[in-house]
């Protein structure tokens, strides 16, 4: 799920202006390479919307489903806010509308609980029940 944190004020190339929401994809715990302690963050991402600003504002909040995935892109350059270095990134974060399952776990799982055989009756192995 994402959830809808934000929205700004863009323009076309021609002028004309139009609001993209801000989307968060929940929170995740990232390990620091610098002092190997954790900490708190979450993947953003903007998608355009026909939205007008009060319509932007009621949305605010509003949870959907997918998630916020890394996506490839070509290098450009970014700065850094608070340090102010700048940065070549070769990434951009996405809303993905799918909450597809993507990791080798987790599809091992769902053909696990595909198969109703797998599991027990009562503590009990179901072909033990035949008579």
Same mark, same amino acid.
């Given at each position: 799920? &994402?959830?809808?944190?934000?929205?700004?004020?863009?323009?076309?190339?021609?002028?004309? +202006?139009?609001?993209?929401?801000?989307? !968060?994809?929940?929170? @995740?715990?990232?390990?620091?390479?610098?002092?190997?302690?954790?900490?708190?963050?979450?993947?953003? +991402?903007?998608?355009? !919307?026909?939205?007008?600003?009060?319509?932007?504002? +009621?949305?605010?909040?509003? @949870?959907?489903?997918?998630?916020? &995935?890394?996506?490839?892109?070509? +290098?450009?350059?970014?700065?850094?806010?608070?340090?102010? @270095?700048?940065?070549?990134?070769?990434?951009?974060?996405?809303?993905?509308?799918?909450? !597809?399952?993507?990791?080798? @776990?987790?599809? %091992?799982?769902?053909?696990?609980? %595909?198969?109703?055989?797998?599991? !027990?009756?009562?503590?009990?192995?179901?072909?033990?029940?035949?008579?």
């Amino acid at each position: 799920m &994402v959830r809808i944190i934000d929205y700004k004020q863009r323009q076309t190339e021609n002028g004309r +202006a139009f609001f993209v929401l801000e989307l !968060s994809g929940g929170i @995740e715990m990232v390990k620091s390479t610098t002092t190997n302690q954790f900490y708190a963050t979450s993947k953003k +991402a903007f998608i355009s !919307s026909t939205f007008d600003e009060q319509t932007c504002k +009621a949305l605010i909040g509003t @949870e959907m489903p997918g998630r916020v &995935v890394k996506q490839e892109c070509e +290098a450009y350059e970014y700065v850094v806010k608070d340090t102010g @270095e700048l940065v070549t990134l070769t990434h951009r974060f996405v809303y993905n509308p799918e909450e !597809s399952i993507s990791t080798k @776990e987790d599809k %091992a799982i769902q053909r696990l609980l %595909a198969d109703e055989k797998t599991f !027990s009756m009562n503590g009990h192995h179901k072909e033990e029940f035949a008579i």
